[in-house]
């Protein structure tokens, strides 16, 4: 039910993700409005999709706590009960973050040795893709926080990408082990035994300047950098764009131009559309949970049920669950050794 | 003696910014270096510079506090000295940031008021330019910081611009007072205070994705925040050019579309050009310091002095010491209402 473009987008992406990667999804949400919805698609096979019905919807606007107590038939409430029941493999919301967020957490758990999950995603750079965590599903974090995000993001990045040992950086402002806030000086000091315990391998800082030519596979950094880093991203992108077409408008010649380098510019935005890359797991609870773009449109949506499938096949929750297991010990061992905050 | 390109680059901006802006300027080095570089120049009037001597050279991995101890006649202590003693409008260097800002608080000393200052810079926008601060002096911050840079921005943003009263932003992760972090949700609710009084115009959060779009005159944020917002923008313009040239390169169509396009891409990237914005000034300290990019070309450097002569005949020290003793005590009685950190 959630998602800018409302159940007529999801549905549209669900029956993308049937017809082109034949992953089978199990549609939650207003039984009526759902049924209405694949009316337009009168081609499809029958039984193509299960339908859950779930009386109640989760607005953009709802506070999580709100969802948590009184919401208890919406969608994301009764997906993510599937999940946990064993009866999905996945669970795709493009609805409300923060709801999203509470409701794995309250109903799928976190994965033992995890404390706070973290929300990951793949970002395009020039020498492949880096995959960085957390975005913002913790704004204040302590280093052992981002020791356990390095641990969780080798894991899924190993598994996505088939790397064995992905390089972990730790996002910075400069390139010395001495340079940062206090929580990166503490976290380096830390990820730095981790690394050479093997538990992951930690390559020292990437500066925010190297993020994307030449950063780390997995960058770990406290949900507010990420989300900054992400969103300023996005919002240089929109500037370039509007600034290069603003340009093409009113110059006849730089309209040629453009016709020609099509390719090249198609490339480019092709390559910085989130659309592709589905969704950002939010990693360290007990199951799939996969946190969709407010504004995906069909084929995001078709690309995140794809990737509950492809995560489902990989089994990444009992690889999670075997990494965390095995270094939760050191991991705490770790964490009396760091100092008190500096504040 | 300063910057990646040396005596020679510095010893050329100056003289671009003789003959380009009438800008008069001090060299301050070792004087036969100075002399040789000024020699390439022979049709230079006598008498355009004046030479400080200094001994000693600050190099880029020299520590902060062993320049304030051991390197006493360098030519960044010579040239403060200078401001210091009113032989000299502004300073202006492309040397070691760290050292340039130690020396600068020893030897000019804080504005009364002023806890910490900070370095700002101007960023291009798509309705204008923003004014951001902290951008990594100080990585940690208090609420009271995030004020005094607030009002230190609006001082400065209003003398360059010619605006009388501009917007005071809190660079953020959503736009509503609660989101955030420990840091911005306290400062959210002070600046609102300070907004309320008519210290500054505070408009609210502005998140990271709006930045570049529509984002406020004034962005204040800490300085661990700041760095990594500018190093990201710098990162991604770096990856899109690029990825653009890459093309370009393997693809003759969008080589001539480029060719076509030149202005549209020239008007893009020279909007995006640190080299004209000359420098940051470190705000907040008894005098004029000016902090040139590393990499900063002749360009750029004269711009950089231009910058020292313009802020000087304009009065920012005098506009910034009336401003802060104005508002010094409202904002240590916003500071004693602050609630302690929440770690």
Redesign the interface.
Known sequence: MGGDGGPSVVVRGAVLAAKKYKVKSILVGDTKVIEDELRKYPKLPPGTFEIYHADEVITMDDQPAKVLRGKRNSSVHVGLTLVKEGLASGFYSAGNTGAVMACSLMILRRISGIDRPAIATML???IGESLILDL?AN??CKPLNLLQFGVMGSVYFSLLKGVESPTVGL?N?GEEAVK???L?KRSHVMLSELGKEGAINFVGNV???????DGADVVVC?G??G??????????????M???KG??KY?P??W??????????R??SK??DYHQYGGAPFLGVNGISIIGHGSANAFAIANGIKMCEHLSKKDIIGKLNAEVSESVDYLNDLNTMDTA?S?
Chains 1, 2 share one sequence.
């Open positions: 395009p750079t020039m913002g704004v204040d996002l402002i940062g806030n206090d990166t500066e925010a300047k190297q993020f994307y030519l406290d507010f950098t989300n900054i880093t992400l969103k300023i991203t996005e919002s240089v992108g929109k500037m370039a509007s600034s290069i340009q093409i110059d010649l730089a040629i131009g453009a016709l020609f380098m099509f390719r090249a510019l490339s480019f390559k910085a905050p504040i």
